[in-house]
């Protein structure tokens, strides 16, 4: 276990001629290197010898078939820039770097990045950016490319906020497919009336077009996690897709009429957060925005339409 974890520990210390982490000096020197480079001193540590971590949501694919599938979907071109977030151990990066013109893999886990190292550093169309990717400017690290696609398995507990983070980066990003749980992807895809809508819902609707591919099975995995997963392909607008004027607007109005799903619109928008609260009352009142943008009084939030809350947030532009 000890020798185990010293061998870990040099790995993470070699590992620094990788972009990104931030967490060290060494780190920021080696972040101004543009690629990863491979040292023949560099220790290989086998897969075998990395226990997955579960906070990093490490379940790893292991059925190949799977593989096909997700990489089929995206379709990567030997003349486009792919961003794989959480590459793990190379599963799906493997293929990506045989048919894209670029790949640029994101991971957290430093541990990862010999592994990740030894296996692709010769290739000399893969990037390892060794840090966050809800901190990573996705649009800064793809240059001197343009626009990417992107592919993930991604961790379930941070799903949501990578996929708000993508959304944010549109402009350089133009179409994705994700691995995310399965009741995840139903909420994405869900249709107004859904009791799956939520707040992502109305944000993925509003900036991009969403389709479910596949289901995939907890046995696909190793670790086998407990829940079942979906892969959803998502085609990114650079514009959002309804007439507002103040896009942060709708944004506080969706997210205060799902904050308490069992309430009404007109409930949840009297009992708004400030700045929203202010703004409404200025407006006169819940009930008065409400009959301007043409929405019933009862209705709950989860049977909005996207076009229904860009009509509230005009009521109030
Ligand atoms: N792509 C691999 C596969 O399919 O086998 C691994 C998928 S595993 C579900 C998720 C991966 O995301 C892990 O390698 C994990 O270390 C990495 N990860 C977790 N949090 C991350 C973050 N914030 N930024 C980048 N990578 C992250």
């Not at 893999?105 to 840090?131: C, H, M, S, T, Y």
């Not at 707040?199 to 077009?209: D, F, G, M, N």
Request: aromatic share 4%.
């Amino acid at each position: 276990m000890r020798s185990e974890r010293n061998e870990r520990d040099r790995g993470r210390r070699r590992a620094s001629n990788v972009r990104g982490g931030g967490e060290s000096e060494s780190d920021k020197v080696a972040s101004t290197r543009p690629r990863v480079s491979v040292s023949p001193t560099l220790p290989v540590l086998s897969s075998s010898s990395l226990h997955p971590l579960k906070r990093l949501g490490q379940n790893f694919l292991v059925d190949n078939r799977v593989v096909d599938r997700i990489v089929n979907a995206l379709g990567p071109a030997s003349d486009g820039t792919i961003i794989e977030i959480g590459p793990g151990k190379g599963a799906l990066t493997e293929r990506l770097i045989d048919h894209a013109g670029q790949v640029v893999a994101i991971e957290f886990d430093r541990n990862l990045a010999p592994l990740l190292i030894e296996r692709f550093a010769a290739r000399n169309n893969f990037k390892l950016v060794q840090g966050d990717a809800l901190q990573t400017d996705f649009c800064g690290e793809i240059l001197p490319a343009i626009t990417a696609r992107v592919v993930a398995n991604l961790p379930y507990n941070i799903s949501t906020a990578i996929l708000q983070r993508l959304i944010d980066q549109r402009q350089c990003l133009t179409e994705m497919v994700l691995m995310l749980q399965r009741e995840v992807v139903d909420r994405i895809t869900a249709p107004a009336g859904s009791t799956e809508r939520g707040y992502l819902t109305v944000l993925v609707e509003a900036y991009c077009e969403s389709e479910k591919l596949f289901d995939v099975a907890p046995s696909a995995f190793k670790p086998v996690p407990k829940v079942w997963s979906s892969v959803v392909q998502v085609k990114l607008h650079s514009k959002i897709r309804v007439e507002v004027k103040d896009e942060d607007l709708l944004w506080r109005i969706v997210s205060a009429g799902f904050a308490q799903r069992r309430k009404t619109i007109l409930n949840n928008l009297r009992h708004a957060q400030e700045p929203l609260q202010t703004k409404v009352k200025q407006h006169g009142g819940a009930s008065i925005v409400l009959c301007v943008a043409g929405v019933d009084l009862q209705r709950r939030a989860e049977t909005l339409e996207l076009e229904e809350w860009a009509r509230i947030a005009r009521a109030m532009e």
